[in-house]
């Protein structure tokens, strides 16, 4: 159960996963372990590997049992680990988020579930605000816009990502509570904040997150029809970048029917250093979004 | 063809390994829940191990046949008759263009599988026939069945008549009772759960609740007791939560101070912030997917290489040297 400082620890995850745990809280510097590794051990090839499935300080390993079994296979992984002397550099990718702020749809979600919120705030980013030490709306909107969002781990329902903001220190973290109770129901593409994390719906579900906004993006296409989806009906991968912008009701329509007609998201390829990013958090996340 | 004339509780396209390599974007294996049950059918009607047939749960739909084919029903007794004959179970056996087989009292078992020679004629989704309804892909129109919905039925290469009659031996044939074991491998986040905890969790008679779906089994039973601890950075107040990791397909988790265990089959969140106490073994997912409300079930701590033998055993089942 104790790990040895910087050695991840590993466990069979029943008899078709391994997993393999770098720490128990949350840093980015080991989501960009994590993904570091997973990326090594993509690159190894190894065969009787089916998936490699990082979450945010941890990741499973599936492998096909009549190949390759976990104790070798462990053997395999743990020499990848050792051989990693630093963070390699993660290809990801810059993806415009634009979003409208408490819209319509998570109001009235947010009205609906009224008595499940804390203090049945509607909508709930001005409870999000104040709690974070906001005066107003606009300054949380301006703040948040100006944060890059670093998608940790991809999951629970398909295309979900959980999202950490990027160049800010511990406490300046925007956070909020989960509801009290879970909602039956949240909106798709519904923006949601719960402990550090945003989370995009990617399907009408249950949640707890406090509702913030609705982006214009679809991050799941089932029948594959936006362009953006053709080789996976998933959008996101571990790794990328997301970069809210606020639009007004007009802008979000056109944006929206813009994308139904199978117009492109606006994405960049980047580079990502994690050791240049960890000496300098802040300074590094404006350089890389610069001009963007 | 095959046609709903009256819909049943659920009742969706599956084949036997489900979609693996699309776990990691959130999207879970499906596939059948008892996937021995089907390859075994699958082996009767003379189809591929992994062909695609119709998972039926708890309440059978009604379907009319539009041409003769050769089928078999496995899994679950779900009191089948074609007609007003009893349907045989765990053997093939013919219908005729127009005939109707229906369901009645459960007499065994949660899930029956209809194979039908020649296989569901569905399209592959990421590489496979089998449906994920919350996510919308897959199986029919991605969604469970309706009354109405026609699925087309696949070539068979065989001949009919060396077909029909086609049995397993009777010893072979799954036995499903009312209480269940269930080999789990303890692990990635017990250290949640003190000793007593997981003895508590390895010695209950833990009931099935009435949450049982493809995506959650929830078990009623005692509280397991949790470590004190401080939860770490990010993960929550609650003692069994953790920061978000992969839940691996089978995973048990508690929810809530260690009330309510809850397994999770093979259309599983990827991934979330509960401790996973152990895994159940691939092969004993079969016995998950035929467990139902009411029924018993103790959890019998293994390690990973019993989960090895015993899927060789299952796979090994799903061969020609298992017929009658």
Redesign the interface.
Known sequence: ?TEEDGVARY???????V?V?F?????LEENFKTLSLAEAIEQADIEGI???????????V?YD??VI??DPLIEKLKAIEASMTHLTEIPTRIIDFPALFADPWTTECAETFKSHQQNGQVPNIDFVAEINGFSDRESFIDALCATPYWTV????????P?LYPMGVSGKDVIQAP?YNRPRTWTPSRAVGLG???LAIY??RNPGGYQLLMRTTNPI?D?KQEHPDFME???LLK?GDILKWRSVNRDAYDRIWEGIQKGQAFKIKKVTFEPEAYLEEPARYTQALMEGF | MLEIAQHGLEAAVQDVYGR????????PPSGAQDGLSLGLGNLLVGNDKNEAGLEITLLGPQIRFTEDHVVALTGADLSAKVNDAVAPRWEAFGVKRGDLLTFGRIQSGCRVYLAVAGGIDVPEV?GSKATYA????GGHE?RVLQKGDALRIGTSGAETGDLIGRRLKSALVPAFTNAWELR??I??ED?VYTKKGIQTFLEADWIVSSKIDRVGYRYQGPELECVEREP?????SDPTN?????Y????IHTTGTGVEPILLPNDA????GYA?I?????ADLDRVGQSKTGDHTRFKGVD?EE??R???ER?KLMTEASLA
Not at chain 1, 23 to 27: H, K, L, S, T, Y
Not at chain 1, 50 to 60: A, D, K, R, Y
Request: charged content about 15%; proline content about 8%.
């Open positions: 159960m466990d069979y995850g029943g008899d078709r996963y997993f745990e720490a128990i809280d949350m840093a089916v998936e490699v499935i990082p979450s945010i300080c941890s990741m499973l599936e049992r009549t079994q976990a781990m991809v999951g629970f329902t398909p295309g979900l959980w989960k402990g550090a994390f990617s399907v799941y089932p996976n009906p998933v571990p | 693996p390599g699309y776990y990691s974007y959130g999207i990421l919350r996510g919308e892909i991605g789990v491998v692990g990635l250290y770490p950075h990010g993960a929550g953790v920061v978000d990791s992969g691996p397909v089978g995973s969140v990827s991934g979330g996973t152990g895994t159940v073994i691939s990973v989960g090895y015993a899927w060789a796979e």
